[in-house]
């Protein structure tokens, strides 16, 4: 448990770059009328899911580079 701790803190930036960067971008894209490829057709929700697939993916290289 205390591994998967390390590993979230680690990895915590890339999600939280991720979510805030895709949030900006997808706002940007749903104001110009395009809300194809949203995840419930919401932005808020889509940039969670890219921050929490980006964490997971940072948290499997940091753990593969640990070993």
């Known amino acids: 448990m205390e591994t998967?701790?390390?590993?979230?803190?680690?990895?915590l930036?890339?999600?939280?770059g991720m979510t805030i960067g895709s949030l900006i971008g997808l706002?940007?894209?749903k104001?110009?009328?395009n809300t194809e490829g949203l995840v419930?057709?919401?932005v808020?929700?889509?940039s969670a899911l890219i921050g929490a697939v980006c964490m997971?993916?940072?948290m499997l290289i940091n753990w593969i580079g640990g070993m």
């Not at 701790?5 to 680690?10: A, E, K, P, R, V």
């Not at 930036?13 to 939280?16: M, N, R």
């Open 56 to 58: 997971a993916i940072m």
């Open 27 to 29: 706002s940007f894209r």
């Open 44 to 46: 808020f929700v889509t």
């Open 13 to 16: 930036g890339v999600g939280v």
């Open 40 to 42: 419930g057709g919401s």
């Open 4 to 11: 998967i701790q390390q590993l979230m803190q680690q990895s």
């Open 31 to 33: 104001r110009k009328g």
